[in-house]
């Protein structure tokens, strides 16, 4: 049985969601007729909507958020949003990858930066295969802003300087980036209340 609160509704209806989803914190928020919901929902409209990223980039961006929390739900929805906005299989494969990758990495250099005064792990060389990274299907600028979103959302300090260091190298403005964090920090709250 669907959430009986209108807000919801829209909300999910917007991004392609089943209505009738069972979500014990939609329910919960619902019923005590929350103020979260509508600023939930106008954050969400908002950041997919960003003047700074067009709709396939932020529905990509949305997904890589679905993937690293494994929200089936947020990865079918922003699966079909990105197709619809022209993502190839590539691309959303792509964004899989690049997730996954992400992970490996803040983790391995997360490690690295809380031993930063154990000169062995910090002198090893990494080891690990990385060849997605030098010629992605996403191209080179937006791979990086997506790895900067996700290692901005798994709180790796030295990924996040590394990755945004190099997304402004590659012609990133600071208010496309700003606008990507926005959206992946959205996204993210989405998925805990989904």
């Known amino acids: 049985m669907p959430i009986q609160n209108e807000t ?19 329910e919960k928020l619902a019923a005590a007729d929350s103020r979260f919901i509508k600023d939930l929902k106008l954050n969400v409209s908002t950041t997919l909507n960003s003047t700074n990223l067009n709709k396939k980039e932020a529905y990509l961006l949305a997904l890589s958020v679905a993937v690293n929390e494994k929200h089936t739900i ?8 990105a ?22 990495n803040n983790v391995f250099y997360r490690f690295r930066h809380y031993m930063h005064n154990v000169d062995f792990y910090n002198n090893q060389p990494a080891g ?9 299907v996403l191209g080179k600028e937006f791979f990086e802003l997506m790895s900067l ?3 901005a959302l798994n709180g790796c300090e030295r990924c996040v300087t590394s990755h945004e260091a190099s997304v402004k190298q590659h012609g990133a403005s600071e208010q496309r ?4 964090i926005r959206l992946v920090a959205v996204i993210k709250s989405l998925a805990v209340i989904l």
């Open 8 to 26: 919801v509704q829209n909300m999910l209806n917007d991004l392609g969601i089943d209505v009738s989803i069972n979500s014990i914190s939609l």
């Open 74 to 81: 947020l990865i079918d929805a922003f699966d079909a949003l």
């Open 83 to 104: 197709r619809k906005e022209g993502a190839t299989d590539a691309e959303i494969a792509e964004t899989h990858a690049c997730t996954a990758l992400m992970n490996t």
């Open 128 to 136: 690990l295969r990385m060849s997605i990274m030098m010629n992605p």
């Open 149 to 151: 979103a996700v290692s």
């Open 177 to 180: 980036i700003y606008d990507a």
